[in-house]
């Protein structure tokens, strides 16, 4: 089923302009058709939640329940429930989270495992946040469909649910909820890496590069932009064109859309992360890491007479005060 979705205005970054000076591009945002299951369709439709709550779901999980999952007795990590149903992947930072192996007993319509998660908010200052974010849950499932929409892929948000009115003056501890269904993937870049299957597929970090320089293009800033957090599509063809179908994306709650183009602080900031996760395996030494920002530069359309050395000064930036290295010694 093809569904084109355009629904949600993620809060873009509120940011100055000031640094789009360097490497200053034509942004086009990219949009394409999605292929969904046949069970997922209308991503705007409420949650049929109970009194106090509210939330948007697609057609097939509007009443998914939330409050039957045990987040309160299913708290280690890889913990599992009696019937092996629902194992706890996380339990910290104010995050839980579930895989729900058969989410239909819980009220979703589709039939692969979805991801549960759990945002607690504990404190005044992440009550505030929320007003003022409107949800970490909401947030990032509309962050995932603007992402869809863009043509990058991404676990598909499925439903959130959080109180209503905010609960800003009580003190107990309340929570907002977010549901995705679960991405098949043949393993993260650094198993790649570290596996040496990457080695194996010609040209594998240029398509890294021109994957990564797309996901600018497109307009999003990854705020974890580590190569965990980026695995390898199913069936991936490194030999097609279409660079945005070989990888997926991960952990995006605290990504932002920006409609003109990436400035150059959040690019190079991606770029160091990116370069700085795959320093042991991957792009082990300065040779490959500029020949990576180069390939980086020719998708992105930066002239790199004028763009290799700001990247590279601001790059060791990054890394000499977050890890006390230089990238490009």
Request: aromatic fraction near 10%; charge should be positive.
């Amino acid at each position: 089923m093809n569904l084109k979705v355009r629904l949600f205005r993620p809060k873009l970054s509120g940011r100055p302009n000031a640094a789009r000076d360097h490497g200053k591009n034509t942004a086009v945002l990219i949009r394409s058709s999605l292929q969904l299951p046949h069970e997922i369709s209308d991503p705007n439709g409420a949650w049929a939640g109970p009194q106090g709550w509210r939330g948007r779901a697609v057609n097939g999980c509007r009443s998914f329940d939330f409050f039957a999952l045990p987040w309160s007795t299913l708290r280690k990590r890889r913990r599992t429930t009696e019937d092996g149903l629902i194992r706890c992947i996380k339990c910290s930072g104010g995050r839980h989270v579930f895989r729900v192996e058969q989410p239909r007993l819980f009220g979703a319509g589709v039939d692969r495992p979805v991801y549960a998660k759990r945002y607690t908010i504990d404190n005044w200052l992440k009550r505030v946040g929320n007003l003022f974010s409107g949800g970490k849950a909401r947030r990032e499932y509309e962050l995932g469909w603007a992402l869809l929409e863009r043509g990058l892929t991404t676990p598909i948000p499925l439903a959130w649910a959080l109180p209503s009115p905010p609960r800003l003056l009580t003190p107990a501890i309340t929570s907002n909820f977010l549901l995705t269904l679960e991405l098949e993937n043949q393993g993260t870049l650094p198993v790649w890496a570290e596996k040496g299957q990457a080695d194996r597929v010609p040209g594998f970090y240029t398509i890294l590069a021109r994957f990564l320089a797309a996901m600018h293009l497109a307009g999003f800033y990854h705020d974890d932009c580590l190569a965990k957090n980026f695995s390898i599509s199913p069936g991936a063809d490194f030999a097609n064109d279409d660079v945005l179908s070989l990888f997926q994306i991960f952990d995006i709650d605290h990504g932002r859309i920006h409609e003109n183009g990436l400035p150059f602080g959040p690019r190079s900031y991606n770029l160091y992360q990116m370069i700085s996760s795959l320093r042991k395996s991957g792009l082990p030494d300065r040779e490959r890491r500029v020949q990576f920002l180069r390939d980086y530069m020719a998708a992105a359309g930066l002239d790199p007479r004028a763009n290799e050395a700001p990247l590279i000064r601001a790059i060791d930036r990054f890394a000499e005060r977050k890890l006390h290295i230089v990238l490009f010694k």
